[in-house]
């Protein structure tokens, strides 16, 4: 119903920084809350950033990415985007975004989410 397309995902040195892009389509992007989850192999996915639907003015972040991460919007280019600065090793994952129409401020919780992209890999090398 709803897909999402991520790009942006490489392989960088600890310290650079990337700014992954997901592309919605499928229904009007501008009312759904996105938010942006990583996942390693052997480790829990979990979330890293979630915007708000509509004009993106709320925002969320765990701990561990809140000074370094930064989720915006473009409703006009169906598009959400996951700046991060000052990336490091334990960075490394496949990044996804996701998406739900459920709710009105950033969604925190990973079952939150209805839709899935298939996910881009950042590497962070020491």
């Known amino acids: 119903q709803v897909r999402l397309v991520e790009s942006g995902g490489g392989l960088v040195q600890a310290g650079d920084s990337l700014r992954l892009s997901c592309t919605v389509s499928?229904?009007?992007?501008?009312?759904?809350?996105v938010g942006w989850a990583r996942q390693t192999p052997g480790k829990q996915r979990e979330l890293v950033a979630a915007?708000?639907?509509?004009?993106?003015?709320?925002?969320y972040y765990p701990e561990p990415v809140k000074a370094r991460f930064t989720i915006s919007r473009y409703n006009s280019k169906n598009t959400v985007y996951l700046k991060m600065n000052n990336l490091k090793p334990e960075d490394t994952a496949v990044y996804s975004c996701?998406?739900?129409?459920?709710?009105?401020?950033?969604?925190?919780?990973?079952?939150?989410?209805?839709?899935w992209g298939q996910g881009t890999q950042v590497t962070v090398s020491s």
């Open positions: 915007i708000n639907w509509g004009d993106g003015t709320g925002t």
């Open positions: 996701a998406a739900t129409v459920g709710y009105d401020g950033p969604p925190y919780g990973l079952r939150q989410y209805d839709y």
């Open positions: 499928g229904r009007t992007f501008s009312r759904l809350a």
